[in-house]
């Protein structure tokens, strides 16, 4: 969490132009769409790292245990970067809470359809979003949610179901696959 906050602040609202299929060849994406990534691998990891045995013979509810710590984290995130965009500012670290929730609801639900390989599905989401998500340099489509300014509703909406799509998806297969 540390790292998440440091990267937002070192970053706050810089942007770089990047390569992109849309109508200019270019998009100026803001480098804090890319911030998240680490913070939602740490928490895929955390969730691998488990011993087959004696979580299936076990009394303890893990699939619980480990939704509470997915609650845990994004709502810490979300917390900070609320937190850290007042301080400074900057609703582009606002809107990091947000793509935080979105990206590991999606990083749960690739974890239900793809065990491992589930990891790299938010990192996919940012190429596709950098390639094919722009309309115009600056302007984003609604579908894409996380170059999205912090009070576009649809956004907001958007992370909030994929994050509990996640949940759900992981609470019906952590099991399956300890």
Do not use: C
Not at 44 to 69: F, Y
Not at 71 to 77: D, M, N, Q
């Amino acid at each position: 969490m540390a790292a998440f906050l440091v990267f937002l602040l070192l970053i706050q609202d810089k942007a770089s132009a990047l390569p992109s299929f849309g109508s200019s060849g270019s998009v100026t994406v803001r480098l804090a769409v890319f911030v998240p990534i680490p913070l939602v691998a740490a928490l895929m990891m955390s969730l691998e790292s488990r011993m087959k045995a004696p979580e299936i013979s076990g009394i303890r509810r893990v699939a619980l245990r480990d939704t509470a710590l997915v609650v845990a984290v994004v709502a810490a995130a979300v917390s900070a970067s609320f937190a850290l965009g007042a301080l400074t500012g900057s609703q582009v670290a606002q809107a990091a809470g947000r793509n935080v929730a979105f990206l590991t609801g999606l990083m749960l639900l690739g974890r239900a359809l793809f065990r491992q390989s589930g990891a790299l599905l938010p990192t996919a989401w940012l190429m596709t979003v950098v390639l094919v998500g722009f309309r115009t340099s600056n302007d984003p489509y609604p579908w894409t949610i996380v170059p999205e300014p912090v009070g576009a509703p649809h956004a907001a909406a958007g992370a909030v179901l994929m994050l509990i799509v996640g949940i759900l998806a992981q609470l019906r297969t952590s099991r399956k696959f300890a």
